[in-house]
C-alpha cells in the first residue's frame, strides 16, 4: 500500500453532469498529479498541483479543474461530463518539489458516464 | 512532449523464466523513468526507477537497463512468479515538464 488513498472508488454519472473526485496524499508528499486512464491504454497526465497552485497542466480542456488544500489533499473536478470521460482515474503523489521525485498512485476512481 | 512506445502488448512465459520488457521513447530530454506495475482493479504499482544519469539499476528480482543513445529503457524480472502477471508500464519524464508519460503496457502472463 502507498498510503495514497481516493474516494469514491465508483461513479456513475449522466453526461452533463458535473463531478469530484478526492485524492489523499501519502504522508509529507506535497505535490499530487492526476490521471486519466481509458480501458486499455496507460495514463494520460492531466494536470499537477504543488504548494496549492496548479503546476502544469497535459492537454485536457478546461472543463477538467483541480484543487489542492493546505493538507496537501486535491480534488478533481470535470464539468459537463462526456462518455468519454468515462475512465478510471488516478492520482500520484509524490514528495518534495516537483522534479525528480518517486510518484506513487492511489488506488483510483472508476467514473462511468452514461 | 514525448511518444512513449511498448514493444509487445503481450508477453507470456514460464514461471521460473526471466522476463524481459522493453519499452522506447522519443525525446532526448527525457530525464527520468519509472516502471509501473498494474494489476487488475488497482492503480499502477512503482517497481523502480532510473535517472538519465545511469545506465543500470538493480531492485529486489528486477533489473533496469537504460540506453540513452538509441532511447531504449528495458524491465528485466528475474525468475518470474505467478504474482509478477500484470500490466507493465513504462513512465518517462522530459526535463522541460512534470509529467509523465506512458506508453499503452504490456500485459505478461506467467504460466505455471
Known amino acids: 500500500e502507498t498510503g495514497v488513498t481516493q474516494s469514491p472508488t465508483h461513479l456513475i454519472k449522466t453526461r452533463g453532469q458535473q463531478v469530484t473526485l478526492r485524492c489523499s496524499s501519502q504522508?509529507?508528499?506535497?505535490?499530487v498529479s492526476w490521471y486519466q486512464q481509458a480501458l486499455g491504454q496507460g495514463p494520460q497526465f492531466i494536470f499537477q498541483?504543488?504548494?496549492?497552485?496548479?503546476?502544469g497542466r497535459g492537454n485536457f480542456p478546461p472543463r477538467f479543474s483541480g484543487l489542492q488544500f493546505p493538507n496537501y489533499s486535491s480534488e478533481l473536478n470535470v464539468n459537463a461530463l462526456e462518455l468519454d470521460d468515462s475512465a478510471l482515474y488516478l492520482c500520484?503523489?509524490?514528495?518534495?518539489?516537483?522534479?525528480?521525485?518517486?510518484?506513487?498512485f492511489g488506488p483510483g476512481t472508476r467514473l462511468t458516464v452514461t | 512532449g514525448e511518444s512513449v512506445g511498448l514493444h509487445l502488448p503481450t508477453l507470456s512465459v514460464q514461471e521460473g523464466d526471466n522476463s524481459i520488457i522493453n519499452c522506447a521513447y522519443s525525446?532526448?530530454?527525457?530525464?527520468?523513468f519509472i516502471w509501473y506495475k498494474q494489476e487488475s482493479g488497482k492503480g499502477p504499482q512503482f517497481i523502480i526507477d532510473?535517472?538519465?544519469?545511469?545506465d543500470k539499476r538493480q531492485g529486489q528480482r528486477v533489473t533496469v537497463l537504460l540506453n540513452k543513445t538509441v532511447k531504449h529503457l528495458s524491465l528485466q524480472i528475474a525468475a518470474t512468479q505467478p504474482g509478477d502477471s500484470a500490466v507493465y508500464f513504462c513512465?518517462?519524464?522530459?526535463?522541460?515538464?512534470?509529467?509523465?508519460?506512458f506508453g499503452t503496457g504490456t500485459s505478461l502472463t506467467v504460466i505455471p
Open positions: 498541483y504543488y504548494r496549492e497552485e496548479e503546476n
Open positions: 500520484a503523489s509524490s514528495l518534495g518539489g516537483p522534479g525528480l521525485r518517486e510518484q506513487y
Open positions: 513512465a518517462v519524464r522530459t526535463n522541460t515538464g512534470n509529467q509523465f508519460y
Open positions: 525525446n532526448s530530454a527525457s530525464d527520468y
Open positions: 504522508s509529507g508528499h506535497n505535490t
Open positions: 532510473i535517472r538519465s544519469n545511469m
